[in-house]
């Protein structure tokens, strides 16, 4: 399968604990795109990175969030302290560029659920 | 300006019957559209997508029409089926950074 894999796809913590979710583009992809779903809206968009270098991060990025892509390939999300508001569907997106525009390919998103 | 807004927020199609889901948009620096089908508990995927210079887009059964002087676009499924049941975000992104602005959704059900 040569689709967006991401790791866990469940990840159930109690309030306060650090979680840490992985994602594996498409191959070759240059650019990744983490966004974050809550239940019946669409995706918001978080950050994202053009290889290994982080671009742009979203105001809903507080300094509990950070992200990495090291070697311009896999990316993490870390969340520090977790809180009962972070519990979400935390999506990653691999991109190349089509015809002037970026298209997006998603993978399966990481659940979380903060108790 | 940022905002992309859909409508219905809910669909409910009979079995071949057209689907049609709109959207609108504030910010006329947008220039790429793609809609994205997504299932309970799956990431979205891409179903289809158009640029501002054209009017209309079609692939098999799904077709965007696109008014850019409205800021309007629209996705039409037709001879919608059962499996066409999930829900259907729209979306909008500017320039370099690619990020995506996503509507709200819609649930469509199509029933047999």
């Known amino acids: 399968d040569t689709g967006v894999s991401q790791d866990p796809r469940h990840k159930i913590t109690k309030r306060g604990q650090n979680v840490t979710f992985r994602c594996d583009p498409i191959?070759?992809?240059?650019?990744l795109y983490w966004y974050r779903q809550t239940l019946g809206q669409g995706p918001e968009f978080l950050t994202y990175?053009?290889?290994?270098?982080?671009?742009?991060k979203s105001r809903l990025l507080s300094d509990r969030f950070s992200a990495e892509r090291p070697k311009g390939s896999f990316s993490t999300l870390e969340i520090q302290r977790t809180e009962q508001g972070d519990s979400a569907m935390y999506l990653c997106?691999?991109?190349?560029?089509?015809?002037?525009?970026?298209?997006?390919?998603f993978g399966p998103g990481t659940r979380l659920t903060v108790t | 300006q940022q905002q992309v807004k859909q409508s219905p927020q809910s669909l409910i199609v009979q079995k071949g019957g057209i689907s049609i889901i709109n959207c609108a948009y504030e910010?006329?620096?947008?220039?790429?559209f793609p809609w994205y089908q997504q299932f309970p508990g799956k990431g979205p995927a891409l179903l289809i997508a158009?640029?501002?210079?054209?009017s209309e887009k079609k692939e098999g059964r799904f077709t965007i029409s696109f008014n850019k002087s409205a800021k309007q676009f629209s996705l039409h499924i037709m001879d919608s089926q059962p499996g066409d049941s999930a829900t259907y975000f729209c979306?909008?992104?500017?320039?370099?950074?690619?990020?995506?602005?996503f509507g709200q959704g819609t649930t469509l059900q199509v029933k047999p």
């Open positions: 997106a691999s991109s190349h560029r089509t015809d002037g525009a970026y298209e997006q390919y």
């Open positions: 191959s070759e992809h240059n650019r």
């Open positions: 990175f053009q290889n290994e270098a982080q671009l742009e």
């Open positions: 910010n006329t620096a947008f220039d790429y």
């Open positions: 158009i640029r501002p210079d054209v």
């Open positions: 979306a909008a992104s500017s320039g370099n950074t690619g990020k995506l602005i």
